[in-house]
C-alpha cells in the first residue's frame, strides 16, 4: 500500500471557480513519480479551512490510522491553511501511530505565477515515506521545512514561508529531495477522542479592557482560555471577574505574543501571574492561545475536569 493522501479544500486546490481533486493536484506536482511508494487519493469534502469542525478532523485522524492500519507507511493531508495550526494539534494529540502524518496546503493557488502547493505536496509526500520521521506525531511540512505540529503556527497572512516555530524552529528540513530531521519533538501519550463536545471561549486581554466583556463572553461556555498581556498579566480591574470565573470552569492563563511561556511566581501586581493562579487560573505554560484551546476542547468533551485539565497542562503546556 502506497502513501495514503487526504485532500480538504483550501488554497491548493483553488483553481478559479473550480475545486482540483487529488488525482488533479498530483498530476501537477512534477517529481511525484519519482517516490517510492505511490499515493493513494481519498478526497474528502473540499472545505476552506475556516469551516472545518472537529468532528470533521477527527473523521480524518481516523480515516489516517486506517490507512495506517492497512499498510499506509504515512499520511498527507492537504487543507487550508488558514487553521491549519489548529487542526495539526488536534491530530497530533489524538495520532497513536508511528507513522507520520503530515500536513500540507499552499499560499498561491494554482492559477498564480509559482504557485506553491505542488512543492509543498512533494515535499510533504516525501516526509511522510522517510524513516526519520517516524514517530514525530503530526507534522507540518511548507516551503521544505519540517514543522512539529505541536509548535508550529501561520504567522503570516500572504507569505509562502508563513509557518514558523517560534519556541523551537523546525524538525527539519527537506534538502534536494532528502528528508534532514535534525531534532524530534517531545511527545506525549494519546488523548482519546472526545465523546461530547465541550465550548471554549478564547478571550484575548486589551488595553483599557473591561470586565463585563470577559464576563458576557463566558457565559454558556464551559471552560476558557485567557490570552493574557506578556508572561501572563491582566488589567487589574479584570481580576475579580476572573477569580468568579476559575471558581465556576476551567480558566487557563495564555500569552497573547506567540512565543514564550507564561510565568507561575514573577510578579506579584495586581493583575499578575502570581495573583491569577492563586485565584485558580491553570498556567498554560508554552501553549500558544489557540493550541490551548484546542487541547482544553478535547480535554473536556472526553470528562476531564479541573485536577485532569491542570495535570494534563502541567505535561503538556
Ligand atoms: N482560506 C484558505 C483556507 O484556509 C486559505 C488557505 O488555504 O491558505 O481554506
Not at 495520532?95 to 502547493?117: E, I
Not at 524530534?184 to 463536545?197: F, I, Q, S
Not at 470552569?249 to 502570581?274: D, H, I, K, N, W
Request: net charge negative; aromatic share 4%.
Amino acid at each position: 500500500m502506497g502513501i495514503a493522501l487526504f485532500t480538504l479544500g483550501g488554497t491548493i486546490s483553488m483553481a478559479g471557480a473550480a475545486r482540483l481533486d487529488g488525482a488533479a493536484l498530483t498530476a501537477a506536482v512534477p517529481g511525484l513519480e519519482t517516490l517510492d511508494e505511490p499515493l493513494d487519493i481519498q478526497d474528502l469534502e473540499p472545505v476552506g479551512s475556516g469551516s472545518l469542525t472537529f468532528a470533521q478532523v477527527l473523521a480524518v485522524a481516523e480515516s489516517a490510522s486506517a490507512a495506517v492500519r492497512a499498510g499506509a507507511p504515512g499520511v498527507v493531508i492537504t487543507q487550508g491553511t488558514d487553521t491549519l495550526e489548529e487542526t495539526a494539534y488536534l491530530l497530533d494529540l489524538v495520532w497513536a501511530q508511528d507513522a507520520p502524518l503530515v500536513l500540507t496546503g499552499a499560499m498561491r493557488n494554482p492559477t498564480l505565477a509559482g504557485p506553491d502547493g505542488p512543492a509543498n505536496l512533494l515535499a510533504a509526500a516525501r516526509v511522510a515515506a522517510a524513516a526519520p520521521a517516524r514517530g514525530l506525531g503530526a507534522l507540518v511540512v511548507f516551503n521544505d521545512e519540517i514543522h512539529a505540529a505541536r509548535w508550529v503556527r501561520k504567522t503570516h497572512s500572504t507569505s509562502t514561508a508563513t509557518f514558523v516555530s517560534p519556541d523551537t524552529g523546525p524538525l527539519g528540513h527537506v534538502i534536494e529531495g532528502r528528508v534532514r530531521v535534525l531534532t524530534a519533538p517531545v511527545r506525549c501519550a494519546p488523548l482519546p477522542p472526545p465523546t461530547a463536545g465541550a465550548r471554549v471561549a478564547l478571550y484575548t486581554v486589551t488595553l483599557d479592557d473591561d470586565p463585563d466583556t470577559l464576563t458576557a463572553l463566558a457565559a454558556g461556555q464551559d471552560a476558557v482560555v485567557l490570552a493574557g498581556f506578556g508572561v501572563g498579566h491582566v488589567p487589574a480591574v479584570l481580576v475579580p471577574a476572573l477569580a468568579e470565573l476559575a471558581a465556576r470552569m476551567p480558566v487557563v492563563l495564555t500569552s497573547r505574543t506567540g512565543a514564550g511561556s507564561v510565568l507561575r511566581s514573577t510578579y506579584r501586581s495586581p493583575g499578575s501571574e502570581t495573583e491569577l493562579l492563586s485565584h485558580g487560573l491553570i498556567d498554560g505554560g508554552l501553549l500558544h492561545p489557540y493550541k490551548a484551546r484546542v487541547l482544553l476542547r478535547l480535554l473536556l468533551g472526553s470528562g476531564a475536569d479541573r485536577d485532569a485539565v491542570a495535570a494534563a497542562f502541567a505535561e503538556r503546556g
